[in-house]
């Protein structure tokens, strides 16, 4: 099942049609190779080619600053790189995709970014990371609705639609993948759509009717253009081959199996070839034929092992030269960045550094003059009090036109209150408010520490003051 992700990534490149500009250099031309060009290379598997390809039109592109042209020409390479089972390298490749396609201000940026997460998927898909890849197909399904053209956005969505299925295939969800592939079966039904409905009737219902229904119908779709759509026909071929091996007729399914052979030789995916010598060891083994089912084990064996070696080599020297060569280029751009960031984050911090010691000299100077004001007002608070308490301890007429001055809220608030107040009663509030005791009060009104109580209890009773709170408390609350 995992083969299927080639599938995809090769698929893809048929929603994409050049893009028609006319700037300084030649973009109709530079499209060309990076659609369609490109897309032709991938699928004969010329994948050196279109790696040596794309660095020419990404440095093309770089220079006459046609960011949709630098992006595609790194999605081209992700992408070769991924069918070269270099997860790695094209994970790396994709990353600078992304990052031109940011710069990408044409009306192809979303459909470019949904191609760059389809081949995120593949890469993480074949590394059998399901939870990652599956992020990347549900983002491309979200964001290829607000593609512009219909028929791309069709595609990526029904595209993202199979992949994800094929996860649940993967994963044993049988019943959410054929809700997916039923999805995009209604989404757009083309033959391959069609096809991969008719295989899941095949893996996972046994449903003869419906998987021949759903063959038939991709039969008549694809049967007649056989050179046209060579993986889609390797996929014909496979799957009329497993219909007639659940069906026990043998020698139809090997006439089959032998088609989808003769085209992986075509294709040239080693990976198609070992699948359809596997599929001919066990249908022969299945028929009796033991000497021609050890023949096809052998020849499945050598592939797979040969596959397994080259996972593990190195890519071809001239290849890993250029992606080196590439790397350090990029890289190089890269510290070029991280200086003029480094620069100007330090031309920033010094500025921010002198803003700051200002601002906080300002502040301590602000502060300053508001300590030396706030001691100029309590020194003129305490002579204003000394001066109205000298006047009241000489018992002087002035002593209640110089309070009111001095205190005037105090008295507006006593008004509010009292507003029928007479002189001696305002007086004796303001004695209160200077927090005279009893016995100094008597002494310097020549009244009796006896009277002067009555007097405060009168005021009590007068504005209504609890005999349980503080007399002077309250006075100096009025303030």
Not at 400 to 421: G, N, S, V
Request: with cysteine; net charge positive; proline share 2%.
């Amino acid at each position: 099942m995992k083969r299927q992700y080639r599938i995809w990534s090769t698929l893809i490149f048929f929603l994409s049609f050049a893009n028609l500009f006319s700037q300084n250099f030649n973009k109709k031309k530079a499209d060309a190779q990076l659609w369609n060009e490109s897309n032709e290379l991938l699928n004969t598997g010329q994948y050196e080619k279109l790696i040596f390809l794309n660095k020419n039109l990404i440095d093309l592109c770089t220079r006459n600053d046609y960011a949709a042209g630098t992006a595609m020409g790194y999605y081209n390479i992700g992408s070769a790189l991924c069918l070269m089972n270099e997860y790695k390298e094209s994970l790396l490749y994709l990353k600078r995709a992304e990052a031109e396609n940011k710069k990408n201000n044409d009306k192809n940026s979303r459909e470019i970014e949904c191609l760059i997460y389809v081949i995120y998927g593949n890469n993480y898909l074949q590394m059998e990371l399901y939870s990652v890849a599956l992020k990347y197909y549900q983002k491309t399904a979200r964001f290829a609705q607000y593609i512009p053209r219909k028929k791309r956005q069709y595609y990526l969505i029904d595209f993202s639609y199979n992949n994800i299925a094929q996860i649940y295939e993967l994963t044993q969800q049988k019943d959410s993948a054929y809700h997916y592939r039923s999805k995009a079966y209604q989404k757009l039904k083309n033959p391959l759509n069609t096809l991969l409905l008719a295989n899941y009737f095949i893996d996972y219902k046994e449903n003869a009717d419906s998987s021949k229904y759903y063959l038939q119908e991709a039969t008549g779709k694809w049967g007649s253009q056989p050179d046209n759509y060579l993986h889609e026909n390797y996929m014909l071929n496979e799957y009329w081959g497993k219909y007639y091996e659940k069906k026990g007729e043998y020698l139809k399914s090997v006439e089959y199996y032998k088609k989808s052979l003769s085209i992986s030789f075509e294709i040239n995916i080693s990976s198609y070839t070992m699948d359809a010598y596997d599929h001919l060891y066990k249908v022969s083994a299945k028929n009796n034929s033991p000497e021609e089912a050890n023949n096809y084990l052998l020849k499945y064996t050598q592939i797979k092992d040969s596959i397994n070696s080259q996972q593990k080599k190195s890519l071809d020297f001239s290849i890993r030269k250029f992606l080196n060569e590439k790397d350090d280029e990029y890289k190089s751009k890269e510290r070029k960045l991280i200086y003029i960031v480094i620069i100007i984050s330090v031309i920033i911090l010094i500025l921010l550094l002198i803003f700051f010691y200002s601002y906080r000299g300002k502040k301590e100077k602000k502060k300053h003059q508001e300590k030396v004001e706030d001691r100029e007002y309590q020194n003129r608070v305490k002579d204003n009090f000394e001066e109205v308490a000298s006047l009241a301890r000489k018992n002087n007429p002035e002593f209640i036109t110089r309070f009111i001055e001095l205190y005037p809220e105090f008295y507006q608030a006593l008004l509010k209150i009292y507003p029928d107040i007479n002189t001696e009663t305002l007086k004796f509030c303001a004695l209160l408010k200077l927090n005279f005791s009893t016995k100094d009060i008597a002494e310097y009104t020549f009244i009796t520490p006896r009277a002067i109580q009555m007097r405060k209890n009168r005021l009590r009773k007068k504005l209504n003051i609890s005999s349980k709170e503080d007399l002077y408390l309250w006075i100096n609350k009025l303030s």
